[in-house]
């Protein structure tokens, strides 16, 4: 007998005929002799309504109302899917947040969750029922109801695994699982079956769509295994283990880009201690997150610092840094919106040195100019032109022969 | 200062601008130097919308569950509430039942409020705090989300009020206060000022539009002034209190018809102890509701019994006690669906012996047969042929001057 939980997004409960289906299949996996605790987003669109109506009527909506407001979302499901199991002749019982109860801090619409009393899930499940719980929602120590922000009915289902000692976790979505890359550019992107943490975590763009990468970091921290999968079919998906349960490591796992960074470049920076903070503290106290950081050295006593930024904090941030830029003597701030960072990922690049430079001669053969690079354990990255974006995708999706199965990796 | 609980039904709060509407108006109300506590309905349409949801599911939904459903149609209400009042620059906070706590017993669907915990409110109030408490909803002493059933939300108001000892519990609604009679079959139907608790629960069928009915005995129970309002106008509305403390009671407060019900009679009932339970229980075991009873002696050993059930409980009923009828060796059994009740109330016709005849020389005048009658300490009411309702109500409203103000009850 396992104990897993199973979560559904909203596309998988965006209507009461939908609730059925999954009530009957989470009851079959049940009388297969397991027990189940169930996590349910809100169904499609209601976020949407509830956001509407909360814009009408404020302006920057309260934090502490909206998580009131949008923790209806999650506790309508719930009912519908307990109806929906008893009307299949089984027994269900939903439970919300604050009653199971999920401790968070009181920062309202992006909570963080503190501690989970597994008292009553356990009861319930004793009883042989199907528990299922709200979603996206806890309660603080004072009994006001938080939310945990986006893809928090990730969290919460990863979340009550790690506190139940669950078998699994498994994530149902309305995609088949996590590929090598998107299938939308690349035609040969192949599902994978299994994949570390580390890696999910690194191929975050690529799994963002099926998978909230925070839950990827608690899942990880807790070694819960994590099963993303299709609410629409009964085939396997991709497993997200621990890094030496999977026993052929892939030299790569997957080739991810990302077309929301822009460029920035600070040239003849004075290379002395002290300056790269007073580079970066305006932008961060101006709330801009920057990515990737490189700095090289160009002459004695000269440097140049070259950063990513969002996109959308492009124009605020050459603003900001022509000012510093002023006050440090720096020559001159520049920039390019129209890059994509590219990035392979995979464990099997911890003993293989080659990775990186096959990733150059492939971007050289195409005559695609890398501007910056940077690597970490087991993902190099690099920026290029955004108008390479597909063909460098394909050219190295190729490369790493991504599209052939379990190509372990070679120790050289 | 004044402690006031407002109450405001489903089509005062229907639309993001009924609520910002709703808002600015009891904001006004606290800037005047009162403390409020505003007890908020479900936005109209929304239980309706849950309601069928549950409908699709399950066949007879879930109680728990269908409590856990509906329940957050209030949620979103006061989330919504809260947030208006904050964009009007006041502050504002909103509590769920279970928050409060609100505790009742475990009668799903129609459950009864034990006990109130005011420290939370009372902490919000002396903050300076509008509070507002979704309607409709409670805890169980599990932790489990209770509804109070139909009219539900008034129950909550006046509980709060008697909880709080509050100076008023005022219900807001869309029409201006309780009428002498039904304004769509009388013209002359006047807005009632003041009446007594009584008289309120007596006139039932009036006031069901406007004010549940079960509020009304809690408000009596517990002394809490009721003040039935419009949310569109700044008028009085009819106050429901003590009865000592209307200066000059009317004779008569008001004339209502009820035409839901049904006639049924047994003739040559054999007279003997015991008869009535025979005839009774059956019926109330299927859950039929008996209103008038009359009993008739016939003969020396034998009598007719008269009573009126739901019209829509009246086949149901007839199928019943053919049986029962052969059984006891009644004669036969016989009834009729098209009859009204209609009833005169007045707690001035306690000293004033003169009302029933009144109204039976009205009906008589009207050429009106009487079916059944029954009188009660502050009502008498008559069963007559459906189709001379309006006639007699309008009669007899024009026979006790119910359009004219304050004509107080002689004492004889």
Redesign the interface.
């Known amino acids: 007998m396992a104990l897993i939980v199973q979560k559904f997004g909203g596309t998988s409960v965006g209507s009461?005929?939908k609730?059925?289906a999954v009530a009957r299949r989470v009851t079959a996996y049940q009388q297969q002799g397991n027990q189940v605790i169930v996590v349910l987003s809100a169904m499609s669109g209601e976020t949407d309504r509830?956001t509407g109506?909360?814009q009408?009527?404020?302006?920057i909506?309260?934090r502490?109302?909206?998580d009131?407001?949008l923790?209806?979302g999650e506790?309508?499901t719930?009912?519908?899917f307990?109806?929906?199991v008893?009307?299949g002749g089984s027994d269900a019982?939903?439970l919300?947040g604050?009653?199971v109860a999920i401790r968070t801090d009181d920062m309202h619409t992006r909570a963080r969750i503190k501690n989970i009393d597994t008292r009553l899930i356990q009861k319930h499940l004793d009883a042989g029922k199907i528990v299922t719980i709200a979603g996206f929602q806890g309660v603080t120590e004072e009994?006001?109801?938080t939310t945990l922000g986006r893809g928090g009915s990730d969290t919460t289902a990863v979340a009550l695994a790690a506190a139940l000692k669950a078998d699994a976790c498994e994530i149902f979505t309305d995609v088949d699982g996590v590929y090598t890359t998107d299938p939308n550019i690349c035609t040969k992107a192949r599902k994978i079956d299994r994949i570390s943490y580390d890696e999910m975590l690194e191929l975050a763009s690529l799994g963002a769509k099926v998978l909230d990468i925070r839950s990827v970091g608690l899942a990880k921290r807790y070694n819960v295994p994590l099963h993303v999968r299709s609410t629409f079919s009964e085939n396997e998906g991709t497993w997200v283990v621990e890094e030496d349960k999977i026993m052929e490591s892939m030299l790569v796992s997957g080739v991810t880009y990302n077309k929301n960074e822009a460029r920035i470049t600070i040239k003849h920076v004075p290379d002395q201690p002290g300056i790269a903070a007073k580079i970066f503290l305006p932008i961060s106290d101006a709330g801009i997150m920057v990515d990737m950081i490189i700095q090289n050295t160009r002459d004695s006593h000269l440097t140049d610092m070259t950063f990513t930024v969002m996109r959308s904090d492009y124009a605020r941030a050459i603003e900001l840094l022509k000012e510093v830029a002023d006050e440090i003597g720096a020559e001159s701030v520049s920039g390019d919106k129209n890059i994509a960072k590219i990035s392979v990922v995979g464990v099997g690049m911890r003993n293989h040195s080659g990775i990186a430079s096959t990733m150059f001669q492939i971007l050289a053969k195409e005559g695609i100019n890398m501007e910056m690079v940077s690597t970490s354990e087991i993902k190099v990255s690099c920026v290029i032109a955004e108008k390479y974006t597909e063909l460098a995708v394909r050219a190295l999706h190729d490369a790493f022969a991504l599209d052939k199965e379990n190509m372990p990796a070679e120790e050289e």
Not at 56 to 59: L, T, V
């Open positions: 009461t005929e609730i059925k509830l109506f909360a009408d009527i404020q302006e909506p309260n502490r109302e909206m009131m407001l923790s209806t506790q309508v719930i009912a519908l307990a109806m929906a008893k009307e019982v939903s919300l604050d009653q009994g006001d109801i």
